[in-house]
Structures are given as structure tokens and as C-alpha cells.
């Protein structure tokens, strides 16, 4: 139950800022940010859903227990470097809405960092209830 909760939470904070970026696309252009890569920024956010729902449908056991958490991260990678891309034209001062523009592109980079964390506790907490049930 609390895992389902943290999926539903994470996938409002991926649509957030997808909306965000719908938002300050306007600014982000004017910066010379081109429409095209903003666009392939917010499709690569989708992908962190693959990874997120994975354990919560009743695939074989090869898919759904034995993912290995490199693979995962695959799945983070494109949304990265494509906003390190962006964040590395965009200027770091400027005005407020370049500030917001700017911040925007960043919390693409700490989702990446939450949905990998995610994964993570997920593969503890399987180990741990694992070594649980093999002790009973």
C-alpha cells in the first residue's frame, strides 16, 4: 500500500514538471533552447515510469525480481543528459522567470535522483523481507 502511494505521488511530480516545462517553454526558447529538445526532455520523463511500475503488475519472476538496478537506471539516463544539455545553455542568474525556467530543468535532475532511490529502497526492502522469510 505504501509502495502504490509513493507511485502515485512521483508520477505527480513527473507530470508537474512536464507541466512546468510546458509552461516555461516560451522562456526556455527565448534563451535558445531549441521547442524540439524541450519536447524530447518531457517524453524521456515518461520513461521513469517503466522502471517505478514494474514491481506492481504479476510479471514472471525474471522480470519483476531479477531487474537489475543498472538497467533501471537506463531508463533515467535520456531525461538526464538531456536536461544537463539545457542546463548547461541556460544562464545561471538572469531574471526571475529565467530563474524558475532554469529551476524547472533542474527538478528533472532530482526525480531522476528519487525514481533511482525509489528503485533502490525498493531492492533493499525485497532483500530484507527475502532474508525475513528464509529465516521463518
Known amino acids: 500500500m505504501l509502495y502504490i502511494l509513493l507511485v502515485v505521488f512521483y508520477f505527480a511530480a513527473c507530470f508537474k514538471v512536464i507541466f512546468g516545462i510546458s509552461k516555461n517553454r516560451a522562456v526556455l526558447v527565448n534563451l535558445g533552447i531549441p521547442s524540439g529538445m524541450l519536447l524530447l526532455c518531457q517524453s524521456a520523463l515518461l520513461l521513469f515510469a ?11 519472476v525474471y522480470i ?17 543528459l538531456i536536461a544537463k544539455h539545457i542546463n548547461s545553455k541556460l544562464p545561471a542568474g538572469g531574471y526571475d522567470y529565467q530563474r524558475t525556467a532554469l529551476g524547472t ?19 533493499i526492502f525485497r532483500m530484507a523481507l527475502g532474508s525475513l522469510s528464509s529465516v521463518a
Not at 64 to 80: K, M, Q, Y
Open 50 to 60: 517503466i522502471p517505478i511500475i514494474t514491481p506492481l503488475f504479476p510479471w514472471p
Open 105 to 123: 530543468i533542474q527538478e528533472v535532475l532530482w526525480l531522476a535522483a528519487a525514481g533511482a532511490g525509489c528503485i533502490l529502497a525498493i531492492a
Open 64 to 80: 519483476s525480481e531479477g531487474f537489475p538496478i543498472p538497467l533501471t537506471i537506463l531508463f533515467f539516463l535520456p531525461a538526464v
